[in-house]
């Protein structure tokens, strides 16, 4: 205990003394340069507050463990809540995500895809293009909307729905990916080859799911 040895003698001071000791030790120069966050003298405060508490049959010596428990929680709530903002930035910040921001509606990425091709921005042309047959599939539930997915995700998926387009699917994956982040320029030709893609993919019809036989019916022979 801080200052607590008289002639020789330890003695064991009651609270106010302890409190009074620290207090006299937390008065040197050295303490007073050193100034405590606020965060610390706020739960210094409401530690205080709380050992002041007394209950009758149990006194004060439950503030001990309710102390450690509230620190706890405190820490669990801290922890939870910053969780969910580094989850959804993650996905946010995948590096290959074929979309950046929230739902856009398909049309509205062929319109900007057309005014960047008319204009010779190829290379947003393209994305935008792209884009927008994403959605479209998204659009005619063809495929689910799923944040954080990647070009060659989705022509896998959307493959397994129109097979008829799955290597023009897969082509114009690997154009938006190249243009995106392989940092390759896109051309006019590149622009209406993914223009021709959105055209085949917008008159294909899903495949027909398998039906399974009927039980008792003939199984045809090999």
Request: aromatic letters at 6%; one cysteine or more.
């Amino acid at each position: 205990m801080i200052g607590a040895v008289a002639a020789g003698v330890p003695v064991e001071p009651d609270r106010a003394g302890a409190r009074e000791l620290l207090a006299r030790e937390l008065a040197g120069a050295e303490y007073r340069e050193a100034r405590a966050p606020w965060l610390l003298r706020a739960w210094n405060w409401f530690a205080d507050r709380l050992a002041q508490v007394e209950v009758p049959g149990l006194g004060t010596s439950w503030t001990g463990p309710l102390l450690v428990l509230v620190l706890v929680a405190a820490v669990a709530v801290a922890v939870l809540l910053a969780a969910g903002p580094v989850r959804r930035q993650a996905r946010a910040a995948r590096p290959d995500a074929v979309f950046a921001a929230g739902p856009v509606p398909a049309e509205e990425h062929f319109r900007a895809a057309d005014a960047a091709a008319a204009a010779g921005r190829f290379d947003e042309a393209v994305q935008e293009r792209f884009r927008g047959l994403v959605r479209s599939l998204e659009e005619r539930v063809l495929i689910e909307r799923r944040p954080g997915r990647t070009a060659h995700e989705v022509a896998d998926e959307a493959a397994a729905a129109l097979p008829g387009c799955a290597g023009e699917l897969r082509r114009a994956a690997r154009t938006f990916d190249d243009v995106r982040y392989g940092g390759r320029g896109a051309s006019a030709a590149a622009d209406a080859d993914l223009r021709a893609v959105v055209e085949r993919v917008a008159a294909a019809r899903p495949a027909a799911p398998e039906r399974a036989p009927e039980p008792g019916a003939p199984v045809a022979a090999p």
